[in-house]
């Protein structure tokens, strides 16, 4: 398996432009997860899926944040729109079950301008 | 809420030193996991801890989770440059539900 993979790798976009993160976790992985990073505030659990439904969502931090799991095999985390605050880096993960261990994507890195 | 602090949380030593790294925790958690993360990937598992005062050991890591499952350590023996990254403790709470709560994480430079 190639693991989880996020897309774009980096993303550079001016304040107010929309942004969107793509996912694909792990075949069979029934938990996902999307996370912030930033070196202030460490890693930050944004939302999370459950069987493609959204479980916990307290994490997005305001409206202009979605999220959405149309299928076991892709999510979005779409950013409308997009401040200078925002930029961190994303990480996207999945698991076979909510709590066990959690695959990582690389990640992505958001600079907004 | 539940919190997991780390401590310390920078850390600069010399190739062949010793350190220990803390996971604490006012709640119980029903496992813990151990993560590193080097720079430019996302964090990958280490080592998971289910029984209050288990030990783990991989290679010259030492995981010990406590014994009233709070809160745990990293012990690394002889630290080589290899081993520099973020290192980050995640624990479950009790039910099959609950997310994982991931610590405020602990960087690790090795200087050779």
């Known amino acids: 398996d190639a693991g989880v993979i996020q897309s774009p790798r980096h993303e550079v976009t001016e304040m107010g432009q929309e942004v969107t993160l793509r996912c694909k976790p792990i075949?069979?992985?029934?938990?996902l997860f999307w996370y912030r990073q930033t070196m202030m505030r460490g890693l930050e659990l944004l939302i999370y899926?459950?069987?493609?439904?959204?479980?916990?969502d307290s994490g997005m931090p305001e409206d202009r944040f979605s999220a959405k799991m149309p299928n076991a095999s892709f999510s979005t985390l779409k950013i409308q729109p997009s401040e200078p605050r925002d930029s961190a880096v994303y990480f996207c993960?999945?698991?076979?079950?909510?709590?066990?261990?959690?695959?990582f994507g690389q990640g992505t890195r958001l600079t907004v301008v | 809420t539940q919190l997991l602090e780390q401590s310390p949380q920078f850390l600069s030593i010399q190739e062949g030193e010793n350190l220990t790294v803390y996971c604490n925790s006012s709640?119980?958690?029903?496992?813990l996991q151990w993560y590193r993360q080097e720079p430019g990937e996302g964090p990958v598992l280490l080592v998971t801890?289910?029984?209050?005062?288990e030990v783990k050991k991989l290679k010259r890591l030492t995981f010990q989770f406590g014994d009233a499952r709070k809160d745990s350590s990293l012990h690394i023996t002889a630290a080589q440059p290899g081993d520099t990254g973020l290192y980050l403790c995640?624990?479950?709470?009790?039910?099959?539900?609950?997310?994982?709560?991931f610590g405020t994480g602990t960087r690790l430079q090795v200087f050779p």
């Open positions: 993960a999945s698991s076979f079950a909510v709590h066990t261990e959690a695959f």
């Open positions: 075949s069979g992985h029934n938990s």
């Open positions: 899926f459950n069987n493609n439904v959204p479980i916990d």
């Open positions: 709640s119980v958690f029903s496992s």
């Open positions: 801890v289910v029984t209050g005062g």
């Open positions: 995640a624990g479950a709470g009790s039910l099959s539900t609950d997310k994982l709560i």
